[in-house]
């Protein structure tokens, strides 16, 4: 209640946020420092998160995916992002184990929240990858998955799904486990783009 700009964490959040990621107690701390520099409202708003993708991909039009990956992070879906949801959200995507990023990968594509995916809200996701991708690379991928359509398609057939089945959280994290394919079709290829941000560092 009205404590985060106090300085310091809560000895709950805290021990929370050690309990479920691998930061430790000094990492945590100096980061929220930090994080409360950057917002000192101790939240982060869609605006703002949207923003900071932008700085990421200057290029491309992330806003769509953004919104859907600001929307997986907001568990609390109270439309702003603060420093716990940033931290889970931060572990699950990079250091956290497979089926802690798959579960991630769930929710960002269960649109709706509803606990399973359809075969309309895999479209939609594949939809805003694809307006991150550059049509240089558009034009380097397989003729079978070079539009959202037929990615979207090719994704759902992998999982033996017809057009009105639902997929469950289960069947998602096992089928992709599975299948590297799966994995690589779902994914917003993030090692091309840190290789791109690298080559454009002086
Ligand atoms: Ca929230
Ligand atoms: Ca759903």
């Known amino acids: 209640m009205g404590n985060s700009k106090s300085g310091a964490l809560s000895k709950e959040i805290l021990e929370d946020l050690q309990l479920n990621t691998k930061f430790t107690e000094e990492e945590l701390c100096a980061w929220y420092q930090s994080f409360l520099k950057e917002c000192p409202s101790g939240r982060i708003s869609?605006?703002?998160?949207?923003?900071?993708?932008?700085?990421?991909?200057?290029?491309?039009?992330?806003?769509?995916?953004?919104?859907?990956?600001?929307?997986?992070?907001?568990?609390?879906?109270?439309?702003?992002?603060?420093?716990?949801?940033?931290?889970?959200?931060?572990?699950?995507?990079?250091?956290?184990?497979?089926?802690?990023?798959?579960?991630?990968?769930?929710?960002?594509?269960?649109?709706?929240?509803?606990?399973?995916?359809?075969?309309?809200?895999?479209?939609?996701?594949?939809?805003?990858?694809?307006?991150?991708?550059?049509?240089?690379d558009v034009k380097l991928l397989p003729d079978d998955e070079n539009t959202p359509e037929k990615r979207a398609e090719k994704i759902w057939a992998y999982f033996g799904k017809k057009d009105d089945d639902k997929l469950t959280e289960q069947e998602f994290i096992e089928g992709t486990m599975a299948n590297k394919d799966i994995l690589r079709l779902i994914q917003f290829e993030p090692q091309k783009v840190k290789e791109k941000i690298k080559e454009k560092k002086p």
């Open 46 to 136: 869609r605006k703002e998160f949207e923003s900071i993708y932008g700085k990421f991909f200057p290029d491309a039009d992330p806003k769509a995916y953004a919104q859907h990956v600001f929307r997986s992070f907001d568990t609390n879906s109270d439309g702003t992002l603060d420093f716990k949801e940033y931290v889970v959200a931060l572990h699950m995507t990079t250091g956290g184990k497979p089926t802690q990023k798959l579960e991630w990968a769930f929710s960002l594509y269960d649109v709706d929240g509803n606990g399973t995916i359809s075969k309309s809200e895999v479209l939609e996701i594949v939809m805003a990858i694809f307006k991150m991708i550059s049509p240089e």
